[in-house]
């Protein structure tokens, strides 16, 4: 008994020898620095960086805003704390640039809505806010040491205007940098920015100078030229990176690439015989001969100064915003007879070569300057085109489409938190290459998608 049992551990001795000696060890890597440092870490930009979403800026998407994931990250190798002027709820507030309605709504939201044929359907919808209502949102948020500058809608021009800093109540149209001002009337979000000292700045600018424009149908804005645009950018990145501050910087994405200028296709009014007959019937007669309608898909009929009779219709390589009053152009005939598609709804060929030309000019001064400035550059124009065609992250599929793509937010134009984590995550990339870092991705698993009721 006494050599049975020897023989019978010798085996399991070198059992638990053979597979104890082949277990795998995990080779994690350590997040590391590299060239760069992320002690104080600082972000100034526009609409996208700010955390702006669904038509709106509230408290969660400021969470989950890029630079606040970025913040997260950077801590695992050695940043301090990021701070925010965080709106004080999740209603939030966005400005409406159908200011004849209001001056502010709220986030959109997916609800059923029955539109004018008696339809009932999920679609976004937004309130109305009184400039009363919005008062909690247009007050000063105490402390002056916040890392996140990024202000919506603000252009170039407005990063050393110290009365963009002004309050709404004083003539401020746009009350977002005020909330959070070290002085407001005296200081500017690039002197504020300054005043960090940071060691790493995160930046997108240049997107509120096109898309004020763009958005707007080409009626309330201009774009700025090339020339205008790079010496307030070289101004800026000379003063933040002036005692070698590293940083990333991100280029400019084609409109094409938003739901807002395509959902609405320009040949969308899809007509019979009878349909197109009674309406030539009416275009003809009165002289406008230009404006003809055929069976099968055409063109909206587009206000336009230049053409016969002021009106025209639109053609290929024209666009529609998201903003035109689609239940009119559906039980109205808006954009066919009696009433033509406003210019501040569409962007006529001039005004789209208009915006080719500055993003293209842009992203080249962008690029050029990124190198100047010894800062990691995220091509951001080609990243949307990889959207457009569709792509995975943690098993899921995203694209461009509207509500279902899963990356866009209900106005069309800004990401929701998961389209900003993806965009983060592309700023990592080019941040660890840049830079000889090691810094992990982002996998927020609460970042909010397109919510469902």
Not at 88 to 110: A, C, Q, R
Not at 313 to 319: I, R
Request: hydrophobic share 40%; proline share 5%; glycine share 8%.
């Amino acid at each position: 008994m006494k050599y049975t049992k020897y023989f019978i551990l010798i085996p399991l001795c070198f059992y638990f020898f053979l597979f104890s000696s082949c277990t795998p060890k995990l080779d994690i890597p350590i997040p590391h620095a590299g060239d760069a440092d992320f002690s104080k870490s600082i972000a100034i930009g526009g609409n996208y960086l700010a955390g702006y979403q669904d038509g709106a800026l509230y408290q969660k998407g400021q969470k989950f805003s890029i630079p606040a994931m970025l913040a997260e990250q950077f801590k695992l190798v050695g940043a301090g704390s990021f701070n925010q002027a965080l709106m004080p709820d999740n209603n939030g507030l966005g400005l409406n640039f159908k200011t004849w309605e209001s001056s502010f709504v709220s986030p959109s939201h997916l609800a059923f809505k029955t539109d004018c044929i008696g339809v009932s359907s999920l679609k976004p919808v937004k309130n109305f806010i009184s400039t009363a209502a919005a008062a909690s949102y247009l007050a000063g948020v105490a402390g002056n040491s916040f890392n996140n500058l990024a202000v919506p809608y603000a252009s170039m021009l407005n990063y050393s205007d110290p009365n963009f800093g002004n309050s709404f109540s004083s003539g401020n149209k746009n009350p977002f940098y005020h909330r959070f001002a070290s002085n407001p009337g005296l200081s500017s979000i690039y002197s504020d920015a300054l005043a960090q000292n940071a060691t790493f700045i995160t930046a997108w600018l240049g997107m509120e100078d096109i898309y004020n424009y763009a958005q707007s149908g080409g009626i309330t804005e201009s774009i700025p030229s090339a020339i205008i645009f790079a010496a307030h950018l070289d101004t800026i990145l000379a003063g933040l990176t002036a005692n070698g501050s590293k940083g990333v910087i991100a280029t400019i994405p084609d409109f094409r690439t938003f739901p807002y200028y395509n959902l609405v296709a320009w040949d969308n009014a899809d007509l019979r015989q009878t349909q197109a007959d009674s309406l030539n019937d009416i275009y003809i007669p009165a002289g406008l001969s230009h404006i003809k309608f055929n069976v099968g898909r055409n063109g909206f009929v587009i206000d336009d100064e230049f053409a016969i009779g002021g009106v025209r219709q639109l053609h290929n390589g024209e666009y529609i915003t998201l903003s035109v009053p689609l239940d009119s152009m559906k039980c109205q005939k808006y954009g066919l007879v009696f009433s033509t598609i406003n210019d501040r709804y569409a962007l006529d060929s001039s005004e789209v070569y208009r915006i080719d030309e500055a993003t293209n000019s842009y992203n080249a001064l962008i690029i050029q300057k990124a190198a100047q400035y010894n800062l990691a550059l995220v091509d951001m124009n080609a990243y949307f085109k990889s959207v457009i065609a569709g792509i995975k992250w943690d098993g899921a599929d995203f694209n461009a489409d509207f509500v279902s793509g899963g990356f866009f937010s209900l106005d069309g134009y800004h990401p929701n938190q998961k389209g900003y984590a993806l965009i983060a995550n592309e700023f990592i990339k080019a941040i660890n290459i840049k830079y000889n870092a090691l810094i992990p991705p982002i996998n927020c698993v609460e970042c909010d998608g397109v919510l469902f009721p």
